[in-house]
């Protein structure tokens, strides 16, 4: 049909253009909500010398790349989440969109949301090393909700098992490691994070987001050799086991699957 590629690659822009802007936002959540500041005005200010933060000096990503990653009149470093995020946001959208078959379903609106609150909790618990309930119960009674809209892919049974399966594995192994080793090992936040996850992804996709992002946490892990007195953050690879299964999950399952002769 002549003029649908024109269609698709407006579609494209406008999601490019939207991702910066809400990328822009997740930025000011994921400086403002660790330290309890109100994100609705976001009337920025350098953190180092607060001096007002100029329009033309706040457009997202190419700022950052014009000012080099510094502030504009004391050159004190901006944080690189302002960029990574302001770039990720539209690039994960755009995937997301892709998957669906360049659709904007109820389904994309779903993990567009899963995507949002996702890149905001990977950075708060990867500096903060706490996931905040303002953004994880929310987020439960999201995933809850979408599983009753009619079209959608994960059926309120599953999701409702998800949530509840995820809480009840996370607290199980917080409570064993506590009582036998004397150790903090999972969270609260993760313990809540990994019931939003189930609330979204049903109960294929929680065991694969537990299994995934158990094995890549052991793994970064080993090859940091980390130091088990210091606190890791498990978040930021729940987000990502979560992230791989919603953009490719059913392909690597088929793959999987195909390797082992298993159909
Ligand atoms: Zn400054």
Redesign the pocket.
């Known amino acids: 049909m002549p003029g649908s590629a024109g269609h698709f690659i407006m579609f494209y822009i406008i999601i490019f253009i939207f991702g910066t802007v809400f990328g822009s936002f997740f930025n000011v959540c994921i400086s403002r909500i660790p330290r309890n500041i109100s994100v609705v005005f976001p009337d920025s200010?350098?953190?180092?010398?607060?001096?007002n933060i100029k329009p033309y000096h706040n457009i997202p990503i190419i700022s950052y790349i014009l000012l080099k990653g510094?502030?504009?009149?004391?050159?004190?470093k901006i944080n690189i989440h302002y960029f990574l995020v302001e770039l990720l946001t539209p690039i994960l959208l755009l995937l997301l969109f892709i998957s669906l078959d360049a659709q904007f379903s109820i389904v994309f609106f779903k993990y567009a949301i899963f995507i949002s609150f996702g890149l905001i909790i990977f950075f708060i618990d990867l500096y903060h090393y706490i996931i905040p309930d303002k953004l994880t119960l929310p987020l439960i009674l999201i995933g809850l909700l979408f599983s009753l809209l009619p079209n959608t892919d994960v059926s309120w049974m599953s999701a409702s098992i998800g949530a509840l399966s995820g809480f009840l594995l996370f607290l199980l192994t917080a409570v064993i490691f506590q009582k036998t080793l004397r150790k903090d090992s999972l969270g609260g936040g993760d313990i809540k994070l990994i019931a939003a996850i189930g609330a979204f992804l049903g109960i294929w996709g929680i065991l694969f987001t537990v299994l995934f992002s158990s094995l890549i946490a052991l793994t970064v892990l080993l090859i940091l050799k980390h130091d088990r007195k210091e606190p890791f953050p498990f978040g930021p690879f729940l987000i990502i086991g979560a992230l791989v299964y919603i953009l490719a999950g059913n392909s690597l399952i088929e793959l999987y699957l195909r390797l082992f002769n298993i159909y």
Do not use: D, E, V
């Open positions: 200010s350098c953190p180092s010398c607060k001096a510094k502030c504009a009149y004391c050159g004190a």
